[in-house]
Structure formats: structure tokens, C-alpha cells
């Protein structure tokens, strides 16, 4: 069964500094994977997604690389702002049904002005 | 304004009461999907359809129950069965082939038992 995991699972950094965010899963038979971000009390808004043909996606000052190969995901945020603060999930799409998507727990991310 | 439209924002509910969850979109995706999210868990699948009169069991179904009798429609029960009900859950639509996939929430209900 597919697992997805996000390192670290908080993460506190100044303002304007660059960050990664990881995300790794364990079957490499996925069909595309998914950034979301989750503001406290709210929904899932997406990113970023990328086919699994593709190595990378960039939306603004987000970027999000796939190696499928090796089971990763980095999302890469640049200039970081306070308004970035949120959730992080990743997303893995393996198939229809309940295997369908599998989700990470987060990364919990603040950016301190 | 397209989208997924879930409601109440916020549901409160009495010990043995069953309670309804909306979820309505107006995408045309034909898979929908309840999770629920609970503080360092993730999210859980509870269930899914994916075309209309037909629904499966998630990984936690027990003590929910679904019906899909619309394409835009999937709303959720929670019942007196459920025995620790207390959790945020949303709603999801999946559309696209197997290569292009993409998922889209709804903004959530929290339910509470008081």
C-alpha cells in the first residue's frame, strides 16, 4: 500500500529566506503527485500538480520537482513571506478508487516577519 | 462560480444523533471523495464514488453511510455509530484521465459533539 511522507513536520524561518519542503512515497507507480496548502479551518487549495512524466512544475515562487525513480518531491518556495504560513500537503495518484490519492500529514510552516 | 460547496461551515451534534453533511459541486467531476482530518493524523478516506449510484468504503467507513443519487451531490451521515465523531471533514472531486488527475476540496465542515 502506498505510504507518502513529509519531512520535516514543522518548520520555523525568517522572512525571506528559501525553503524546501520534502515529500517521499513508496510505490514509484504513481501517475502524478500534488502541492497543497491548507490554511488553519479551511479546505485544500492545490499548488502545484505534476504528471509523472514530468520532473518539474513552477507556479510564481513556487517550484515542485518530481523524481519518480527515487519515490521524491520537493516544493521549493522562494522569498518566503509571512502569507506563506500554512499546511503544506503532498498528494500521490496511484489509480482510481481508494487506492486513488494518498495524502502526507504536512508540514506545518511558519514564516516569522 | 464553479466549484465544491460544502455545509455547515460548522455542525454541532448530541450524543446518538445522526447528522448530514453536504457536499455539492458544480465541476461535473464524475469521483467524489470524504476524508476526514484529524490533528496529526492526515486525512482519511471514509468514502468514495465514482459515478452516480455507486459508492465504496474508505479506509474508516464504519459508522458513516453516503448516497450518490446526483452527479453533483454526495453528501455524508454520520451516525450514532460513530462513536468518536469530533473532526473536520471535507469533501473532494477528482477529474481528469489517469494522467492529468487533479483534486479539488471544499472548504470544509467541522463537526463537534457536545
Known amino acids: 500500500k502506498q505510504e507518502v511522507t513529509q519531512i520535516p513536520a514543522a518548520l520555523s524561518v525568517p522572512e525571506g529566506e528559501n525553503l524546501v519542503l520534502n515529500c517521499s512515497f513508496t510505490?514509484?507507480?504513481?501517475?502524478?503527485l500534488q502541492w497543497f496548502r491548507q490554511d488553519p479551518g479551511k479546505g485544500l487549495t492545490s499548488l502545484l500538480l505534476i504528471q509523472s512524466s514530468q520532473r518539474e512544475q513552477t507556479s510564481g515562487r513556487l517550484n515542485a520537482s518530481l523524481d519518480k525513480s527515487s519515490g521524491r518531491s520537493t516544493l521549493y518556495i522562494a522569498a518566503s513571506q509571512p502569507g506563506d504560513s500554512a499546511t503544506y500537503l503532498c498528494?500521490?495518484?496511484?489509480?482510481?478508487?481508494?487506492?486513488?490519492?494518498?495524502f502526507g500529514k504536512g508540514t506545518h510552516l511558519i514564516i516569522q516577519p | 462560480d464553479g466549484g465544491i460547496t460544502q455545509s455547515p461551515k460548522y455542525l454541532f451534534r448530541k450524543e446518538g444523533q445522526n447528522v448530514t453533511l453536504s457536499c455539492e459541486q458544480n465541476l461535473n467531476h464524475d469521483a467524489m471523495y470524504w476524508y476526514r482530518q484529524d490533528p496529526g493524523q492526515g486525512l482519511r478516506l471514509i468514502y468514495y464514488s465514482q459515478i452516480v449510484n455507486d459508492f465504496q468504503k474508505g479506509d474508516i467507513a464504519e459508522g458513516y453511510s453516503v448516497s450518490r443519487e446526483k452527479k453533483e451531490s454526495f453528501p455524508l451521515t454520520v451516525t450514532s455509530a460513530q462513536k468518536n465523531p469530533t473532526a473536520f471533514y471535507l469533501c473532494?472531486?477528482?477529474?481528469?484521465?489517469?494522467?492529468?488527475?487533479?483534486?479539488?476540496f471544499g472548504q470544509g465542515t467541522r463537526l463537534t459533539v457536545v
Open positions: 473532494a472531486t477528482i477529474q481528469g484521465g489517469r494522467m492529468n488527475t487533479e483534486a479539488f
Open positions: 498528494a500521490v495518484y496511484s489509480g482510481g478508487g481508494a487506492d486513488g490519492l494518498t
Open positions: 510505490d514509484s507507480a504513481i501517475y502524478n
